[in-house]
């Protein structure tokens, strides 16, 4: 069992940055695959960003590539999410999530979520 705190949402202007957190408990945090979902208001979640359990093969989808970066502290039980240069079609909520299998985990069926954070991006 692992249990995920997401954290750091926000409202900030077009062209801002925020960083997420995501706090993870429970089992050892270093045996799973972390990323980040997001879902706006009337579409369908989408993966955002992954990572390997130790800090390897970073993935960004397109729509973020340049702006956004996963990175993860094993130490701290951490994942993180740095957002720059945000756009306002970067509003959603950002959704935390691990599992021990990394093509489970980008096919959005994580066994563990986070309950969300709000960004909203104003123009």
């Known amino acids: 069992q692992v249990q995920l705190v997401e954290s750091g949402g926000g409202l900030v202007q077009a062209g801002g940055s925020l960083r997420l957190s995501c706090a993870a408990s429970g089992d050892t945090f270093n045996a799973y695959a972390m990323a980040w979902f997001r879902q706006a208001p009337g579409k369908e979640r989408e993966l955002v960003a992954a990572i390997s359990w130790n800090g390897g093969s970073p993935y960004s989808a397109d729509s973020v590539k340049g702006r956004f970066t996963i990175s993860r502290d094993n130490a701290k039980n951490t994942v993180n999410l740095q957002m720059i240069s945000l756009k306002p079609e970067d509003t959603a909520v950002y959704y935390c999530?691990?599992?021990?299998?990394?093509?489970?985990?980008?096919?959005?069926?994580?066994?563990?979520w986070g309950q969300g954070t709000q960004v909203t991006v104003s123009s």
């Open positions: 999530a691990a599992d021990r299998n990394r093509v489970r985990l980008v096919r959005g069926a994580a066994g563990y």
